[in-house]
């Protein structure tokens, strides 16, 4: 079965800092990667995606992401922090099952942002 | 841009009794998925339908109930709530494309809270 490990469940960075999350996964073949942001009470946002081809991906907000198949890492990025980036940070993996594609989430990074 | 649409936002029921959550996807969009989040976890894939056929199961209880109707809207069915059903209930939705269906995009959430 798939699986998703996002070792850091709380990270601090100062404004303006650089930022990087990591992701690794369990699956049997290429998988389908996602991050989505998650700011409190609220629902889920995708960030960006991996399905296949070039394996850094760019997605909203400034953040990217890399897919590292040798490390089974997909690890999100982003040059400079700014405050509102404050949220629950969820990696996730896609299954395909021929008519649709449940997701298994990390356990989630919750992301401070100090001024 | 149309966005997946659940209600009710907030609901508040007591041990025993029922619960039904409504899920309308975005326009167009043929695929629908729910999700569990319980208080500091991660979402659980509960159940999916695809053309209101279910297409894939996960842990979801015997208590639960689920379908898509033809305008594409799903209903989740809750019976004997329990305390620990107590939860952020997702719905996502997905379009199939050539190759398969790959990003969902989630809705608010219905905070469900038993007594």
């Known amino acids: 079965a798939q699986s998703v490990t996002q070792p850091d469940i709380h990270i601090t960075v100062s404004e303006g800092a650089s930022l990087e999350l990591r992701c690794n996964y369990s699956?049997?073949?290429?998988?389908?990667l996602f991050w989505y942001v998650q700011s409190p009470g609220q629902g889920l946002q995708l960030l960006l995606k991996y399905f296949s081809g070039d394996t850094l991906v760019q997605g909203i907000k400034g953040f990217e992401a890399e897919f590292k198949r040798s490390q089974s890492s997909f690890n999100l990025r982003k040059p400079s922090v700014h405050w509102s980036d404050a949220a629950e940070y969820f990696c996730a993996v896609g299954f395909y099952t021929g008519t649709a594609s449940k997701l298994t989430f990390g356990t989630g990074t919750r992301l401070q942002v100090t001024l | 841009a149309a966005g997946v649409i659940q209600s009710p936002r907030h609901l508040i029921k007591e041990k025993r009794e029922t619960a039904t959550l409504k899920c309308y996807p975005i326009p167009r969009h043929d695929t629908v998925y729910w999700y569990q989040q319980g208080p500091g976890q991660d979402p659980q894939f509960l159940i999916s339908?695809?053309?209101?056929?279910?297409?894939d199961k996960g842990s979801i209880p015997d208590r639960f109930s689920a379908q898509q109707f033809s305008d594409y809207h799903s209903e989740l069915n809750m019976s004997s709530l329990e305390l620990g059903d107590s939860a952020l209930y997702f719905c996502?939705?997905?379009?199939?494309?050539?190759?398969?269906?790959?990003?969902?995009?989630f809705g608010p959430g219905t905070r469900l809270t038993v007594t």
């Open positions: 996502a939705s997905s379009r199939r494309v050539a190759g398969g269906s790959y990003e969902q995009y």
């Open positions: 699956y049997g073949a290429t998988p389908y």
């Open positions: 339908f695809y053309e209101k056929m279910q297409s």
